[in-house]
């Protein structure tokens, strides 16, 4: 019998070897680029498949983390820049994307002929469950075949995705529209190869165990199930500190880092 070689299938099957090289767009990571960041992550950033959250609770920095990487994305893929940003019930905080988009450029040395970064960020607001599934399965897809989208974030604005749902009193029907989502996202994500990133608050909730308060994020199982990823983030009072936990991750254990928000944007934590 002939042996199959390294690049050959067997009925369509891969061995674990070739699978890493067989899709190198698949696997593409997106990096924080703040080192701390990235090394919580193991494999040097976040997947372009799946769906990454990014929870805490309000001043924990989720629409800051959101708007630096929509900003350093675009320096790492300049062939694909686009970002898309859905937010949700308070304004887009397009004052202070301006200011970390002109620190970034500072450093980066990037001259006023290159064109600015936010030009290339496309935003929506939105503000019921209905609304938020009619744009991913009716618009985005226009958006992604007419333009290269590197980055889509869903509710950075305050206070994040449960606002979108905040009203819906109909859990089942919750659970379907999550699903849906989702499912509609793992769709495009195959086909335009985009990193996808969620915001959420937490809540307290008592341990039914020990009796102990415990920060979890919002809108449960349903949704928690669903995700690929979860960042949760939390602030050390008094300081301008920031706990980054890394709580679940198929391809690193769960750790945790510190990071600081300046005016700049994201830095590590000296």
């Known amino acids: 019998m002939k042996e199959s070689s390294e690049t050959e299938n067997i009925n369509g099957f891969l061995n674990a070897k070739q699978a890493l090289t067989a899709h190198p767009n698949r696997w593409r990571k997106l990096r ?7 090394r919580l992550l193991c494999t040097g950033g976040i997947s372009a498949r799946g769906v990454v959250e990014i929870s805490g609770d309000a001043g924990s920095g989720k629409t800051q983390l959101a708007l630096h990487l929509a900003l350093t994305c675009q320096q790492q893929c300049p062939e694909r820049r686009g970002v898309v940003y859905i937010s949700t019930e308070h304004p887009f905080p397009s004052k202070r994307l301006v200011q970390m ?3 970034l450029r500072n450093s980066s040395g990037v001259g006023h002929e290159v064109g600015k970064y936010s030009d290339n ?3 929506e607001h939105l503000n019921s469950p209905s609304a938020l599934e009619q744009c ?9 075949e007419n333009n290269p989208i590197r980055l889509l974030v869903i509710d950075p604005s305050r206070p ?3 606002a979108v749902y905040a009203d819906e009193e109909d859990y ?4 379907e529209s999550f699903r849906r989502l989702v499912h509609s996202l793992h769709a495009l994500q195959e086909r335009f190869d985009f990193v996808t990133v969620c915001t959420n608050q937490v809540r307290a909730v008592v341990d039914d165990y020990d009796g102990e308060e415990k920060v979890i994020p919002a809108l449960g199982l349903a949704w928690g199930s669903l995700v690929h990823t979860r960042i949760q983030l939390r ?4 300081t301008n500190r920031r706990v980054c936990q890394l709580v679940f991750c198929p391809t690193a254990e769960p750790a945790e880092c510190y990071f600081v928000i300046a005016q700049a944007g994201i830095l590590d934590a000296n």
Do not use: C, W
């Not at 089942?172 to 659970?175: D, G, K, S, W, Y």
């Not at 602030?235 to 008094?238: D, E, N």
């Open 121 to 123: 960020i496309f935003v």
């Open 101 to 103: 988009e002109q620190a």
């Open 136 to 144: 991913i399965t009716d618009r985005l897809p226009v958006l992604l």
């Open 235 to 238: 602030r050390i009072m008094g």
């Open 160 to 162: 994040s995705i449960a």
């Open 32 to 38: 924080f680029n703040v080192a701390s960041l990235d």
């Open 172 to 175: 089942v029907e919750r659970a």
